[in-house]
């Protein structure tokens, strides 16, 4: 009986999570039906706001409508300036895979006249998919249900991850291939699993080009595994597992892929985009307006790969204690995760996951850090950092398993909890386009470079809400409908939370 309600239970949380979704979703309605299906307006607050999003939709429109990975002027000036123009032709600066995954969603959403919506639930069921995969690796740790479902929950919900799901970035894809490498880890290493292994390293290059460095802990973790010491009579011997060879048959085909890709765009197998930069001769002057407020088209990111070390101790300060990005001010319930790494590496059981994970956020730290924007342009806290946030939410629940007991550290962890998911639904009923604090003073009308910017759009009942827009615009403020919509996530953390209290069987 306890199982078929505990069922009944999870049902109705994944219920509320696909709905917590939607009622975020990036729209609005206008005479001719939804908006921006057919029209590209990169309105302050929808979906093609900022052009990280516009460069890999535009390759996503190419591929399906034209078959091609090259734009059209039109296409290229939606993109700018997050686009390439090499040998007369204009290419996404960004590297293709978002754009692959998200074709067959945009192809479908033509057949109901909503191909923008399609094509953007792609980050909306990697959200989902990365919620279970954060339970599962939690639920590996000793979690119960409720605790491994609280900590998929507060990722989902609690991190910057909310208002990028609503996006066509990068981020939510980049996490589910992290996520997937480490529930991998769990295993023995077999010639299937180094395949999968290096199949997920493969497509975390064609999502973003530093997540090479942000998996090297894993591959070389995995590596690592292969070899065995053994001593005869004073001599050593070293043995290797020839089931290695998987790894690298896995991870060939999305490489030959990616290479074949920047031969048809920059004419050479090993010429990446971003080592071309961005054109001038589209500019965000030909593209819609934004209305009435000053939000630009260009962030700060490098045009080349190469990181500056001069530029590390600000990258770190930025990332970790500035007001301007950091998890201290956007998502403090991450704190919780980073006690729950420190328990974790005492329990010898799980201490090598424990620095496994310790040292991709390690190196996701360092290597934004190194970047010349660690603001990531006009950006909604720090979303360089969204994968390692997604590591530390399985350490928050196993902190959780050790320390629930503790009266202090669960009302600290409900205080937290609620001003987390606050502010991430802020940012996602509002904008993600905040800019880093040099741009913001130099702006002719200055605009705060924190997430008070959110709030003053909210409190003149601004809102990008499809839902909202559609439905309540008329009934309910927006302020309104950002606490009801707070209101009900905290139900579900808290109903968790006190779940979690409870000797409920794992399973």
Known sequence: MTRKINRLLVTVFFTLVILGLLLVVKGDTGDQGINFQTDLSTTLGGPFEGSNSTSRYALVVALVKNHTFFFSTDLAKFAAPDVVYYQGKYFSLF???VSLVAAPFYWLGLKFQAPQIFAYSVN???AVFNLCLIALIT????ANWPIYLLSGFIFTFATNVLPYSLTLTQHPGTTTILLLSLLITFREPTFSTNISLGILLGAGILFDIPNLLLLLPVAFYTLGLHFSITTTRSRYKISFRPVFIGFILGILPPILFFA????QTAGSYFKISQTIGRTEKVTDETSAQIAQEPVPHTPLEPQKLALDTRSQLNGLYTLL????????????VLLVGVLGVVLASRDPKIARFSILSLSIIAANIVTYSMFGDPWGGWSFGPRYLIPSAAVLSVFLGYAFIKLKANLVFFILFLLLSLYSLYISSVGAITTVLIPPKIEAETLSTPIPYTYEYNFQLIKKNFSGSLFYNTYLKSLLSSVSYLNYYVTGLYIVTVSLAVLGLQPYDRH
């Open 95 to 97: 590297t293709p895979g």
């Open 124 to 126: 909306l069921v990697f």
């Open 139 to 142: 639920r590996k740790l000793g």
């Open 260 to 263: 074949s890709y920047n031969y």
């Open 321 to 332: 204690i500035r007001n301007e990005r950091s998890w201290l001010y956007y998502s403090p």
